[in-house]
């Protein structure tokens, strides 16, 4: 049996963008936008990339979980959350 080493999420390791989107199933893009929005917030380095900390990933999931995957309906609540005071 081969054994491949843990997940990113497993080792308390940073995700860049593309990780973060493939192991939340979410496109880079949507991500991209919940980023702006407010809903996830990532560290950034001095080049601007997107670092994601794995408990955002509990967050996506608890994202996916109660709105789905229709990247609309996410766009349109976090817009709608983001307008809350």
Partial sequence: MHRY???PAM???RLDLGSFARATRLEPELVRRLVA???FRPE???DGRLWFPPA????AARIRQAYGTSAADLLD???MLRRLP
């Fill in 37 to 39: 929005f407010g809903v």
């Fill in 11 to 13: 080792t308390g390791r």
């Fill in 44 to 46: 950034r380095d001095p």
């Fill in 77 to 79: 609540r976090a817009a």
């Fill in 5 to 7: 080493p843990p997940a």
């Fill in 56 to 59: 955002q990933l509990v967050l």
